[in-house]
Structure formats: structure tokens, C-alpha cells
């Protein structure tokens, strides 16, 4: 859905803020941008609609060259999320979502469809909030409307900013469920720019780890990056307690379990077989007896299974 090759982004000063990056973003997947301030995520991001023009190289959505098509048409067709959301502070919520189907020509009953829908897809009660402005909402709700924007028209593509920056820790974290559990039902190819690298592990289907200068120091699903950065720098920002977050992003291998089978009991800690290897470790330690019991299918893992099971999960 979207590929770069070859993109570079100097200035007239002769600052390169992307270099040569080549990266590809399949359809329906999670981008997650992710490295220190000056490393070209916010650039990158931001020429794949043409906020940022590339100096060299190649940028496709969809097949179609974005140098080659017309700047505002290839903007509606792309969602944008920023941090704070970004709502025109004049407009009601039901405009601000509006905003880019009115930019289409859609008539108005279309369009009011359209905003009701957008509404209840983010939880926000079209009667309750259709009508207030945005200093009338929370942080949280103003980024929900700023998500029911951007996805308001449709769009093959959403572009996020560190959309969930703003709020407090607890409302991010909200949120951040509330978007994976969104895109699970939208399936959008999303580019996502975060400095939080806890945040792109949890949102990304891949994250692409830069450096200063814009360079790409790797791309891969996060249990990749976390199990085998491929540079001191990837393993330093990734953090010490990489094997840990590996842990949270492995699924339990289904296929891999034992044969052997429990019963329910007081000292045995059910786990549910679409958890996380982390959630399986957790529950075995806790275990008066250090077993778990994966249901529904009833079988049980001992401490001596973990490891054989998540190599098995990285296969």
C-alpha cells in the first residue's frame, strides 16, 4: 500500500533529515515510526502526503506516484492525526468530522450519515457530542473525533503524529486499546510516528527503528526487534528490559504445547490460549504448583516449557 525507495529529504542548508530510506508498508498493517528526536520519523511521515516534499526518490500509495498526482486530492485521501487532534476550535464536532467529505462534494444527507457513523465507530454518542465544540470535550475525546476525521472519507491510508502524546498516562493507554480494537474493524495501512517505543511495540505490526540523519537501522515485526536488534544502536533504544516486552508481543504457539493435560484446580492458573507469552509466564510463576493450564484445550506448562515455546512462537 505505501513504498518509499530510495527517499531522501535535504534542505537548502544542506541538513539531511532523510537519507536513501527505502520501506515498505503492506495493506491493512501498522507502521509504527519510531527513534530519537532528529531522526527523520516526522519527515518521513509527512512526505508520504506531501507536507514535506522529497528532494529525491520514489513515494507510491496505492501504486500511484504521489509526486504525480494533484497535492489537496491526494490529501483527502489520506487520514491525518496529530497530536491534540488538531480540531478547528470554531466547528462543532459534527462539522470537524465532516470536514473532508464536505471537501468531496458529498451532499448533506450522506455526509450527516456519515458523521453519526464515524461517531458511534469511536463511542462518542451523536446526540450527546455531535453538537459541543471541542474545549467542551476531554483530551481523550478530542482524539477520538480527530480519529473519526480522518476515517470519515474513507481513506486507503492514515498518517498519525504521535496522536496519543497529550494525554495522561491512563487515558493513553485507553486509547491506544481503543484504536488496536478500531483497527481491527477498519483494517487502514497506518504510518504512526511515536518516540515511545513501548507504544510502537504495542501498536506496530512492524516498526521501523532510525537514527539520527534519517537513516533506517531496522525494520521488522516487533518480536524481531526486540529478540534480534541487529545493531547496538536498535538494542540500546529498544531498552535492557527488551526480552521482557518480547514476551509481551509473542503469542502462545498452539501447535507447540504438550500433550499432556490438566485438570482445573485452586493451584493451577488458567491462560487463555490467544494470550501473550508474557501473560503465560506470569500465570506459571504464580502457580502455587508452577503450572498453567491452557484453555479451552486444558494443557499444561511447566517452567521447564517456556523456553521451547517461545522459540516456537518466533518460528
Not at 490529501?75 to 465532516?98: D, E, S
Not at 485452586?266 to 500465570?283: F, G, K, R, T
Not at 491452557?294 to 516449557?305: F, H, L, M, S, W
Amino acid at each position: 500500500m505505501i513504498s518509499l525507495q530510495d527517499v531522501t529529504k535535504q534542505y537548502p542548508d544542506g541538513t539531511v533529515a532523510v537519507h536513501d530510506l527505502t520501506l515498505e508498508v503492506d495493506e491493512g498493517l501498522i507502521c509504527a515510526l519510531v527513534g530519537p528526536s532528529g531522526c527523520g520519523k516526522t519527515t518521513t511521515m509527512r512526505m508520504i502526503n506531501r507536507l514535506i516534499e522529497p528532494t529525491s526518490g520514489s513515494i507510491q500509495v496505492a501504486g500511484e506516484n504521489v509526486t504525480s498526482l494533484d497535492v489537496q486530492q491526494l490529501r483527502r485521501r489520506i487520514g491525518y492525526v496529530i497530536q491534540n487532534a488538531g480540531l478547528f476550535p470554531h466547528y462543532t464536532v459534527r462539522r470537524n468530522i465532516a470536514t473532508v467529505c464536505r471537501l468531496l462534494g458529498w451532499d448533506k444527507a450522506k455526509t450527516t450519515a456519515r458523521v453519526d457513523e464515524m461517531l458511534d465507530l469511536v463511542d462518542l454518542d451523536p446526540d450527546t457530542f455531535g453538537d459541543r465544540y471541542p474545549h467542551q470535550l476531554s483530551g481523550g475525546q478530542r482524539q477520538r473525533v480527530g480519529v473519526a476525521r480522518a476515517l470519515a472519507a474513507d481513506p486507503p491510508v492514515m498518517l498519525m503524529d504521535e496522536p496519543f502524546g497529550a494525554v495522561d498516562p491512563i487515558a493513553r493507554e485507553r486509547l491506544q486499546d481503543e484504536f488496536l480494537a478500531l483497527h481491527k474493524r477498519v483494517r487502514k495501512t497506518v504510518v504512526l510516528v511515536t518516540h515511545d517505543i513501548d507504544e510502537a511495540v504495542k501498536l506496530g505490526d512492524r516498526i521501523a527503528v532510525m537514527r539520527q540523519g534519517g537513516y533506517l537501522e531496522q525494520y521488522d515485526r516487533p518480536a524481531v526487534i526486540l529478540g534480534f536488534p541487529t545493531s547496538d544502536f536498535v538494542a540500546d533504544f529498544v531498552g535492557s528490559d527488551r526480552a521482557i516486552k518480547r514476551l509481551r508481543v509473542s503469542p502462545i504457539p498452539v501447535a507447540a504445547l504438550g500433550e499432556e493435560k490438566v485438570s482445573p484446580g485452586p493451584e493451577v492458573i488458567d491462560v487463555a490460549q490467544n494470550s501473550s507469552m508474557y501473560d503465560l509466564l506470569a500465570a506459571v510463576l504464580q502457580s502455587p504448583a508452577s503450572l498453567a493450564r491452557v484453555t479451552p484445550g486444558g494443557q499444561a506448562v511447566r517452567i521447564g516449557d517456556i523456553d521451547r515455546l517461545m522459540q516456537a512462537s518466533q518460528a
